[in-house]
């Protein structure tokens, strides 16, 4: 009986420590997520030159962007 | 090191348990393990001589799951305490997010403690890292024994804490001290994540 108290109360710490580093995470992930409307706004709103509309490919990997989330990630991964 | 993927929505962080020779690096990883659930229960991989010092170095992958929508990833490395080792704590450090130093309390050990503080600094920098800024927290450990065989936390933190980082009295084999360590390095090296240096 002590030993399954003993257990469970050790158990704890992990559970303790997941949720702490859980909470820190989520904020920090928040404020430096890359993908806010703004990124995406300003990148729209800034004019592309004729001659690099015809550079870029029209959908040369349409099969990964499938796969991605969202669009949003796709326009970090090109600023990159 | 990356610790922040936005593209493949991962977080990856290298924690090094520093320390001299049986200080109790080993004993804090033991512990954590110890206390995983099941199905979090990787492999720690531990390679010790026959007397059971640690030859090479100990690995312990935690797979914390997806917080946030990141796959979240701590690695816990230790360190060979022994001077000889110096080329395999080098080794070790490279890449690191965050060091915990693992002191002895045990007041015969004051000149090792210090001597491996030293190596500490100068492997960090010989890897690239300002060791007066690189996450670090300080575990006293050991402080189960006598009264009379160990330095105070006053006097460990005056010779050895001379950046004021984050200490914390451990007895590593009871498991005293060992979550809260591992949750305030982990702390800050997630506060680094906002720091500019970390992307890459």
């Known amino acids: ?80 | 090191m990356s610790v922040v993927n936005y593209g493949t929505r991962e977080i990856t962080c290298k924690i090094v348990y520093y320390g001299p020779g049986r200080s109790g690096k080993t004993t804090n990883l033991q512990h954590v393990y110890s206390q995983l659930p099941e199905e979090r229960k990787g492999k720690m991989v531990s390679l010790a001589t026959e007397t059971d010092r640690t030859l090479f170095f100990d690995f312990l992958p935690l797979d914390l799951g997806t917080i946030s929508g990141f796959a979240t990833r701590f690695q816990l490395y230790t360190v060979p305490g022994q001077v000889y080792y110096a080329a395999t704590r080098k080794l070790v450090l490279q890449g690191v997010d965050g060091v915990v130093f693992v002191a002895d309390s045990q007041s015969r050990q004051l000149a090792e403690n210090i001597e491996s503080l030293q190596d500490l600094h100068a492997n960090l920098a010989d890897e690239g890292f300002d060791p007066r800024t690189i996450p670090l927290v300080m575990q006293y450990n050991k402080r189960d024994l006598p009264a009379g065989e160990i330095s105070s936390i006053e006097d460990l933190d005056e010779t050895l804490n001379f950046r004021g980082v984050p200490h914390y009295a451990g007895a590593a084999i009871s498991g005293r001290g060992v979550f809260e360590t591992l949750r305030s390095i982990s702390t800050l090296v997630l506060s680094r994540l906002s720091a500019p240096a970390t992307k890459g």
């Open chain 1, 1 to 80: 009986m002590a030993r399954e108290a003993e257990e469970e109360e050790e158990g704890g710490e992990f559970a303790d420590f997941l949720a702490d580093v859980s909470k820190e995470i989520a904020q920090r992930v928040e404020s430096l997520d890359p993908t806010p409307k703004a990124v995406a706004a300003a990148k729209l709103k800034t004019p592309v030159a004729p001659e690099e509309r015809r550079k870029t490919p029209a959908v040369a990997d349409a099969g990964v962007i499938v796969e991605w989330p969202n669009i949003a990630d796709r326009l970090i991964e090109e600023i990159r």
